[in-house]
């Protein structure tokens, strides 16, 4: 059982900033990489960032410049630095866990979701 707890959603004025957390416990071997997505409504959920354990990066183009993704490996976290924000960054954003289990299965989980609102 693995658990992704997120924290740092909420409401903020165009051009504002927020920090999004995301720590996950349990059931962990090993993460191979953490990463954010975001759905807004009517929308498919999209890749927004993603961190692989060595580091590597990976960006979708629409925040490119504006959102920075970190990781803690001392405590399974991710972050997701958010500036410059725009109404059309509106969604909501789950994080998303890429790792090995003790049964030394590859497996994916997800967060339950926070809610990042940018007024224009």
């Known amino acids: 059982q693995v658990q992704l707890v997120e924290s740092g959603g909420g409401l903020v004025q165009s051009g504002g900033s927020l920090r999004l957390s995301c720590v996950a416990s349990?059931?962990?071997?090993?993460?191979?990489?953490m990463g954010w997505y975001r759905q807004a409504p009517g929308k498919q959920r999209e890749l927004v960032a993603a961190i692989t354990n060595g580091g590597r990066t990976n960006y979708a183009d629409s925040v490119k410049g504006r959102f920075t993704i970190s990781r803690d490996n001392t405590k399974n976290a991710v972050y997701l630095q958010m500036n410059s924000l725009k109404a059309e960054d509106t969604a909501v954003y789950y994080c998303?866990?890429?790792?090995?289990?003790?049964?030394?299965?590859?497996?994916?989980?997800w967060g339950q979701g926070t809610q990042v609102t940018v007024s224009s």
């Open positions: 998303n866990l890429v790792y090995r289990g003790w049964d030394n299965r590859s497996e994916t989980s």
């Open positions: 349990g059931s962990i071997f090993s993460i191979h990489a």
